[in-house]
């Protein structure tokens, strides 16, 4: 099993662009989160799914969208790009959302805004 | 609102060492508390968890410990080792839907 993936590792945009970072996992999870973690800060969670078609918003939202078409993928898209946004950003999931599972994670996105 | 404190940036200790890693969270109560260990540049890895009903759970060199009165969770790792150094993350269970909320880490350095 490869867990979860994440592409692209690295990608720089100018303000006001926008890109979607992928995330894929093969453990038929129904639970993926989407999460940044910003220098000596926690994770802080953007937006989670429960399964297919269903998306809520967690933390942090702003300036972010993600869909669910299938069980493996949870894209997540920035529309108009702000240096706010630079960040790390991990893709995760998990079997249940209770706290009760492990949430595996995957390697990575960092992403600069200019 | 609820609050999640690891209260050492940085812990630097001599290997062979026990080291003691603490989690404090505030105005809630979660049911699980799951700890991670974050290498550079990686996704964080899941280690351990301990439901509100367990006092202590181990896994090789590794214990955890839960008070739900003092609302704190230890983290301990005995004999370390230079491989040990990472940055540990605590995280209660918690949130509206009941999502995990991530402590900002201990960065924890053995030295040889």
């Known amino acids: 099993n490869a867990g979860v993936t994440q592409t692209p590792k690295f990608r720089i945009l100018k303000i006001g662009q926008s890109m979607t970072l992928q995330c894929t996992q093969d453990?038929?999870?129904?639970?993926m989160y989407w999460y940044r973690q910003d220098p000596g800060m926690g994770l802080k969670l953007i937006y989670y799914?429960?399964?297919?078609?269903?998306?809520d918003k967690g933390e942090v939202p702003n300036g972010y969208n993600v869909s669910r078409s299938t069980t493996e993928d949870f894209p997540l898209r920035l529309e108009l790009a702000a240096p706010s946004q630079t960040s790390v950003y991990f893709c995760?999931?998990?079997?249940?959302?209770?706290?009760?599972?492990?949430?595996?994670f995957g390697p990575g996105t960092r992403l600069t805004v200019l | 609102s609820q609050k999640i404190e690891q209260n050492s940036e940085a812990l630097n200790i001599q290997e062979g060492k026990t080291a003691t890693l603490t989690c404090n969270y505030t105005n809630y109560s979660p049911a699980y508390l799951q700890w991670y260990r974050q290498d550079p540049g990686r996704g964080p890895v899941f280690l351990l968890l301990?439901?509100?009903?367990?006092k202590e759970k181990r896994k090789e060199r590794l214990k955890v410990t839960f008070d739900t009165t003092l609302k704190q969770s230890l983290f301990h790792i005995t004999a370390s080792q230079p491989a040990d150094s990472a940055t540990y993350l605590c995280a209660p269970r918690g949130g509206s839907q009941g999502n995990l909320i991530f402590g900002k880490g201990t960065k924890l350095s053995v030295k040889p």
């Open positions: 799914s429960v399964g297919a078609g269903i998306t």
């Open positions: 453990m038929n999870h129904n639970y």
């Open positions: 995760a999931s998990s079997y249940s959302i209770s706290g009760a599972h492990e949430q595996f």
């Open positions: 301990i439901r509100e009903n367990e």
